[in-house]
């Protein structure tokens, strides 16, 4: 049975610690959220995770099925079975969808993937013709969110850490996409991490655990009933006592000062 455990992680970027110890673990299969409030690192956990450049590990592991994941390229941590959906997914000007999946299931089968994308496509209410468009570009929020439980139904991944799945995405939109993913779960065995700041997708994604997110790491975990408790109190009782969030410093220029005052000075 595949598990995923994240011990101790901590990361910092731009030279801010952002994660400060992080410890979950996830089962093949269970469905883990991540609640927290906006800046607490969340989205920082998934890249580290996914082995995003420009964030530094500062301690602690990541291991799929035993193997440390920290250390690898992110395509290494992709081929050991781990997939992220993105808060903001990227565009890839002149890679269609079909020849990115085509490549990465890497068979030689090339129709086969094509007969699945179209099925998956169908499944979360995508129009077909996506799939020959360059992936993300000129897409709205919602389609982008199919276009990623598109590729998740495709590469049948063992983990997914899902980054604000629900954003973009209308009720009926949500119902589809989390749903298809609830599936996985049920059927491939997906384990999933699914990081949102609201439950609402809860209703279709059925979480095992939930884990309160701040300050950069898990601060309680408990049962479904406390995506309910977050949904009604706000996460104050776990902010409160944190030291407030850094700003990072705007430089300032006056549009209407003079130009030459440096010169002068
Ligand atoms: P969340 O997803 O919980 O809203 P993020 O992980 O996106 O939070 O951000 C956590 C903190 O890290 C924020 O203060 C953010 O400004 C900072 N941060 C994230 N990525 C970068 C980056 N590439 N450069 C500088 N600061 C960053
Ligand atoms: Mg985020």
């Keep these: 049975m595949s598990t995923l455990v994240i011990e101790g992680l901590r990361a910092s970027v731009a030279g801010r610690e952002i994660l400060t110890g992080v410890d979950l673990e996830v089962a093949a299969g269970e469905v883990h959220a991540v609640m927290g409030p906006n800046g607490s690192g969340k989205s920082t956990l ?18 799929l099925d035993g193997a440390e994941l920290l250390g690898m390229p992110s395509w290494r941590r992709a081929e050991a079975g781990l997939f992220l959906a993105m808060q903001y997914p990227t565009e890839v ?29 169908g499944r979360i209410g995508l129009d077909e013709q996506f799939l020959q468009r360059p992936v993300n570009v000129d897409l709205s929020g919602g389609e982008r969110k199919r276009n ?59 979480p095992d655990a939930v884990h309160v997110f701040a300050g950069g790491r898990v601060q309680e975990s408990g049962g479904p009933e406390l995506a309910d408790e977050l949904e ?23 549009p209407f000062g003079d130009p030459f005052a440096d010169l002068l000075a």
């Design 46 to 63: 998934a890249h580290v995770i996914a082995g995003r450049s420009g964030y530094e590990v500062l301690g602690g592991s990541v291991r």
């Design 148 to 206: 990623e439980a598109l590729q998740l139904g495709v590469l049948k991944p063992a983990f997914a850490v899902m980054d604000e799945l629900d954003s973009g995405l209308d009720v009926d939109a949500l119902r589809l996409v989390a749903g298809r993913i609830e599936e996985a779960t049920e059927h491939d065995g997906l384990g999933v991490l699914a990081i949102t700041h609201y439950s609402r997708v809860f209703a279709h994604l059925r």
């Design 232 to 254: 009604a109190d706000g996460y104050e009782r776990w902010t409160a006592a944190l030291p407030a969030p850094q700003e990072e410093a705007t430089p300032f220029t006056d």
């Design 93 to 121: 000007p002149g890679v269609s969808l079909l020849d990115m999946l085509t490549e990465s299931v890497c068979t030689p089968e090339g129709a086969a993937v094509a007969e699945q994308m179209r099925a998956e496509a």
